[in-house]
């Protein structure tokens, strides 16, 4: 078993590296809000709720279970939003892949067909689609035909641009400077214009 080393936090890492659904909900917190803290939260709703199952999830009270995940310290910097993303996202699951996350990768016959089930998912567009991919892909060793090219530049061994490359603090870093120089440069491009 590969053991995930994003959230920087043993517990939270070992969730991650166990649950594949609480995998998925780590990549859906991972907005606008710091990679490994986004990576935590599958770890405080068990803390709070006591299980990831899809379906004890979706049929929660959408009220309560705002409530739960935007309690201090929260999921998300968006605690309540994202609540409802988390509780959609669970509700797909167990509709669609029989409570089993894992399901969208194991039995999705090419990376075309990963990528489309992944933008189907509540919160992911086509950036986040690949970036899943390139995670899995790099880090599990789930790679169906034509991963590489489907995914692009997220597939590059060795890249520091996304939660896919995170190993370790080191590259948490390295990715973090990654985007901090795309950022800037894509600001200077912008005032150029």
Same mark, same amino acid.
């Given at each position: 078993?590969?053991?995930?080393? *994003?959230? &920087?936090? /043993?517990?939270?890492?070992?969730?991650?590296?166990t $649950?594949?659904?609480?995998?998925?909900?780590g990549?859906?917190?991972?907005?606008?809000?710091?990679?490994?803290?986004?990576?935590? !939260?599958?770890? @405080? *709703?068990?803390?709070?709720?006591?299980?990831? $199952?899809?379906?004890?999830?979706?049929?929660? +009270?959408p009220? #309560?279970?705002?409530?739960?995940c935007?309690?201090?310290?929260?999921?998300? =910097?968006?605690?309540?939003?994202? %609540?409802?993303?988390? &509780?959609?996202?669970?509700?797909?699951?167990? +509709? /669609?892949?029989?409570?089993?996350?894992?399901?969208?990768?194991?039995?999705?016959? +090419?990376?075309?067909?990963?990528?489309? =089930?992944?933008q189907?998912?509540?919160?992911?567009?086509? &950036? @986040?689609?690949? *970036?899943?991919? %390139?995670?899995?892909g @790099? &880090?599990? +060793?789930v790679?169906?035909? !034509?991963?590489?090219?489907?995914?692009g530049?997220y #597939?590059?061994?060795?890249?520091? =641009?996304?939660?896919? $490359?995170?190993?370790?603090?080191?590259?948490?870093?390295?990715?973090?400077?990654? @985007?901090?120089?795309?950022?800037?440069? %894509?600001?200077? %491009?912008?005032?150029?214009?």
């Amino acid at each position: 078993m590969t053991t995930l080393r *994003i959230a &920087q936090d /043993e517990r939270a890492d070992e969730l991650l590296s166990t $649950d594949p659904f609480a995998l998925l909900i780590g990549m859906l917190l991972d907005q606008q809000y710091p990679m490994e803290h986004a990576f935590r !939260g599958p770890a @405080k *709703i068990v803390d709070r709720f006591g299980s990831l $199952d899809p379906a004890l999830i979706a049929n929660q +009270d959408p009220e #309560a279970w705002a409530d739960l995940c935007s309690t201090p310290p929260a999921i998300h =910097r968006y605690g309540r939003s994202m %609540a409802g993303r988390v &509780q959609a996202l669970a509700v797909v699951v167990r +509709d /669609e892949y029989d409570g089993d996350a894992s399901r969208l990768w194991t039995t999705a016959g +090419d990376a075309t067909e990963l990528l489309r =089930r992944l933008q189907a998912l509540p919160g992911f567009g086509q &950036q @986040k689609a690949r *970036i899943f991919a %390139a995670l899995l892909g @790099k &880090q599990l +060793d789930v790679r169906p035909a !034509g991963w590489r090219e489907a995914i692009g530049p997220y #597939a590059e061994d060795g890249s520091r =641009r996304s939660v896919a $490359d995170v190993v370790g603090p080191e590259s948490l870093q390295q990715v973090r400077d990654f @985007k901090k120089a795309a950022k800037k440069q %894509a600001k200077a %491009a912008a005032a150029g214009d």
